[in-house]
């Protein structure tokens, strides 16, 4: 974001720019997308099952975007830490 000077300018250059920037509008519909799974997945489950899933998840997926897209290195630790986070999922959700 530093580097893409949406936020340079005055406040309707700035309106301007985050409307027409397709990384803001990509995360912004990616939001609504994950938003609209999290209620769908609520309305069917309890909330500490949703809960601890979406973000055992969540941590799971951000460390493989880390790697895949930001060439982050992962380690045996992460890997390890990565299959716990999923075991733990699992008997959470096991009923």
């Not at 912004?28 to 209620?39: D, E, F, M, P």
């Not at 992962?74 to 390890?80: G, K, L, P, R």
Request: charged share 5%.
């Amino acid at each position: 974001m530093k580097t893409s000077q949406v936020f340079s300018g005055g406040i309707l250059q700035t309106i301007q720019n985050i409307i027409t920037n397709p990384g803001i509008l990509i995360g912004g519909v990616l939001y609504i997308i994950a938003t609209l799974v999290y209620l769908l997945a609520l309305s069917k489950n309890n909330f500490f099952v949703v809960q601890a899933s979406m973000t055992g998840l969540a941590l799971v997926f951000s460390t493989l975007i880390a790697a895949l897209f930001f060439h982050e290195k992962i380690s045996i630790y992460n890997i390890a830490g990565i299959l716990i986070i999923f075991l733990g999922v699992l008997l959470v959700v096991k009923r």
